[in-house]
């Protein structure tokens, strides 16, 4: 039985190009309440969840999107 490692990863990346909005807005949500817990790393909170949306959003094929 052999796999199909192509259409695997077609259907992991339809997944993820759907799930993305709901993953960003995860990632806001966490960041802010991280940042309410930990006012002082703010700016570090911040350039850990940019760092993610960006890992995010190459995953995606939109970079540049949602970027403020």
């Known amino acids: 039985m052999a796999i199909n490692l192509d259409g695997i990863k077609k259907k992991m990346q339809e997944a993820l190009d759907h799930s993305a ?8 949500k966490a960041s802010g309440f991280a940042k309410s817990k930990f006012s ?3 700016p570090k909170i911040d350039n850990v969840t940019t760092k993610a949306k960006d890992i995010l959003h190459k995953g995606t094929g939109s970079e540049g999107k949602g970027k403020k």
């Open 40 to 42: 002082q790393y703010g």
């Open 21 to 28: 909005p709901k993953i960003e807005q995860g990632l806001d």
